[in-house]
């Protein structure tokens, strides 16, 4: 149980377009869920958090307005990247918080985004 | 300001050591600790998790231990093997928030 899932695993775009990414908890209904950016050897750092049927709230430095998020249901989550840069390439990560309670966090597979 | 620091950065070990993967954190009002593994361009598998009330959590050739007072956590790996190879992530969870503030990590690779 707990999974989690992101799709799509990888995405290639051009500079200045605005790519979509999904995450899904698969067997469980998510309450809250969480975005992460993780750079080439640094660690996962924490950009958003959603709760279902509210606005999400972001991490000082990150810009609501280039990262859109919306959790429209218990199950999905999307983030999307507007105006893509190549600065904005990274690893994406979701991860997805239940309604059963406790605070343990079940993450998703991860995004890699590379923009042209 | 919550900081999780993962000393060393990277570790190569024959087969079949026992091996401690350190993990420090700077302010001890945490409501749990998790440890997770990471694979290459992969996401995040979650290996044990520590609530602050406790002190060590086991599983299989794996055991984790939580000093809260001392800001520190270990976690222990018995007779590792090459599967073992990953990068090993802690994360803390703050008291009172949800949010998980991650180390660095520590890529470990475990030589046949």
């Known amino acids: 149980g707990a999974v989690v899932s992101q799709h799509p695993s990888w995405v290639i775009c051009k500079s200045g377009t605005s790519v979509k990414i999904e995450c899904r908890s698969l067997d469980f209904q998510a309450t809250t869920m969480f975005w992460y950016r993780q750079f080439p050897k640094q660690s996962l750092m924490l950009m958003a958090t959603?709760?279902?049927?509210?606005?999400?709230?972001?991490e000082q430095g990150v810009e609501k307005d280039k990262f859109l998020i919306n959790h429209a249901s218990l199950t999905l989550s999307t983030l999307t990247v507007t105006s893509a840069h190549p600065e904005d390439s990274s690893f994406y990560i979701c991860?997805?918080?239940?309604?059963?309670?406790?605070?343990?966090?079940?993450f998703g597979p991860g995004t890699r985004l590379t923009v042209l | 300001k919550q900081e999780v620091t993962q000393i060393p950065a990277a570790l190569s070990v024959p087969e079949g050591e026992n091996l401690v993967l350190n993990c420090s954190f700077t302010?001890?009002?945490?409501?749990?600790l998790q440890w997770f593994r990471q694979d290459p361009g992969k996401g995040l598998t979650s290996l044990l998790l520590?609530?602050?009330?406790?002190r060590e959590q086991t599983s299989g050739r794996l055991n984790a231990s939580l000093d809260k007072s001392s800001g520190r956590s270990t976690l222990y790996i018995a007779a590792s093997q090459p599967g073992d190879s990953a990068t090993y992530l802690c994360a803390v969870q703050q008291g009172g928030s949800e949010k998980l503030v991650f180390g660095k990590g520590m890529k470990l690779t475990v030589n046949p």
């Open positions: 991860s997805a918080r239940g309604i059963a309670g406790g605070y343990e966090q079940f």
């Open positions: 302010d001890s009002a945490i409501y749990n």
């Open positions: 520590i609530q602050s009330s406790q």
């Open positions: 959603s709760n279902e049927g509210s606005k999400a709230t972001y």
